[in-house]
């Protein structure tokens, strides 16, 4: 019998599956009004991602479109459909195969010389995070490097559960509600825990709350 805790989570998980499907054709508009997006764009720059690029959790393509000016190719993995439909009309297909698949549940068929998610990591469960950058390991090519963005912005009004729990509550346009994870990762504590875990990567803080990671395995 499956425990419960175990059902629970993958139920949370589900459902903010559903909310990122759901949210697809308005996922813009929730943008966040603050600084610091520009920094992100020039540090992915700055990190020049060249090579095959695996992105997970692709979203509707904007981090796609800028991987393009650098990459040989990419892979973008994403669990909504509607999510992959607006990236492949924005990015178009010559260099990019869209895979549509639930990253708690795939496996990469072939390594990448550099793996790249945008906002993802704070809607990783903190009991899945070791597992998740295993899965990162997996996913690269001995000398792989790997970046990443994100943010840690929660309102009042989705923490449901108080300012300790991970699972909040996000609404769409019409009011409709779902629970979905997010993390408030700080990006001193974060870089300490990747390190334990055998990463060596340096995250780095932007003048809103957005931050952004890169490097590679400790051991390279």
């Avoid at 589900?14 to 308005?26: F, G, L, M, N, T």
């Avoid at 009004?33 to 920094?39: D, M, R, V």
């Avoid at 195969?97 to 906002?119: H, M, N, Q, S």
Wanted: hydrophobic share 40%.
């Amino acid at each position: 019998m499956e425990a419960a805790g175990a059902k629970g989570s993958k139920d949370l998980l589900d459902e903010q599956v559903v909310y990122y499907r759901a949210i697809a054709a308005e996922y813009e508009d929730h943008a966040l009004p603050f600084p610091g997006g520009a920094e992100l764009s020039e540090a992915l720059d700055a990190f020049r991602p060249t090579g095959s690029v695996l992105e997970l959790a692709c979203g509707q393509g904007k981090w796609t479109a800028q991987l393009l000016r650098h990459t040989a190719d990419v892979t973008a993995v994403d669990a909504s459909p509607e999510m992959l439909a607006i990236a492949s009309a924005r990015v178009g297909a010559e260099r990019v195969r869209f895979v549509p698949a639930d990253l708690f549940r795939w496996r990469p068929e072939r390594r990448y010389d550099v793996v790249f998610f945008g906002f993802w990591l704070s809607h990783v469960p903190p009991e899945r995070f070791a597992s998740f950058w295993s899965l990162v390991d997996d996913c690269l090519k001995p000398a792989g490097r790997v970046f990443f963005v994100d943010d840690s912005y929660r309102t009042a009004d989705e923490l449901i559960e108080g300012e300790e729990s991970t699972t909040i509550r996000r609404r769409l346009m019409d009011g409709t509600a779902y629970r979905i994870v997010k993390v408030p990762h700080r990006p001193a504590d974060l870089e300490r825990r990747l390190e334990q875990i055998g990463w060596r990567i340096k995250v780095h803080p932007t003048s809103g709350p957005f931050f952004w990671g890169a490097g590679s395995r400790a051991h390279n």
